[in-house]
């Protein structure tokens, strides 16, 4: 298993660094353009999740855990240090609610096969995970 890790401050301006990690990290394993592009943009959602919902956009640390596994499956670790999350009120809005915003979770779901919160002690970690074969 290949294992990048990323710790940043959660910023806005600072999710094109976790974007281009992503971006690298995909496009040497032979990932398509646009299923790269689909997995950042997800990726992007939830780490705009976090700076806003958790973190209220008060700067605090993300860690970007990356893992890729022989098989072609891809997971994403995202780990933050606010207040804990309620899984149950994490969704999306209707789609037939036509404005800006609020659609995060549903392109996150889209994308990836797997989206859920794990148990840590402080803080929360959303785990992802997506099968290339």
């Not at 600072?14 to 398509?32: D, E």
């Not at 992007?44 to 806003?52: P, R, Y």
């Not at 659609?103 to 099968?131: A, P, Q, T, W």
Request: hydrophobic residues 40%; contains cysteine.
């Amino acid at each position: 298993m290949e294992t990048i890790t990323l710790s940043f401050v959660g910023k806005s301006e600072n999710i094109r660094i976790a974007r281009s990690v992503i971006h690298n990290f995909l496009s040497f394993k032979g990932i398509s353009e646009q299923d790269v592009f689909d997995t950042e943009l997800a990726v992007n959602e939830a780490i705009a999740n976090i700076i806003e919902h958790t973190y209220k956009f008060e700067p605090n640390y993300i860690v970007m855990t990356c893992r890729w596994e022989v098989s072609g499956v891809f997971e994403v670790l995202l780990r933050d240090f606010g207040p804990k999350v309620d899984p149950t009120k994490v969704r999306s809005r209707n789609l037939e609610d036509v404005r800006p915003g609020g659609l995060g979770v549903y392109i996150i779901k889209k994308i990836f096969d797997v989206m859920e919160f794990r148990e840590v002690d402080k803080g929360n970690l959303l785990y992802l995970r997506k099968s290339f074969k």
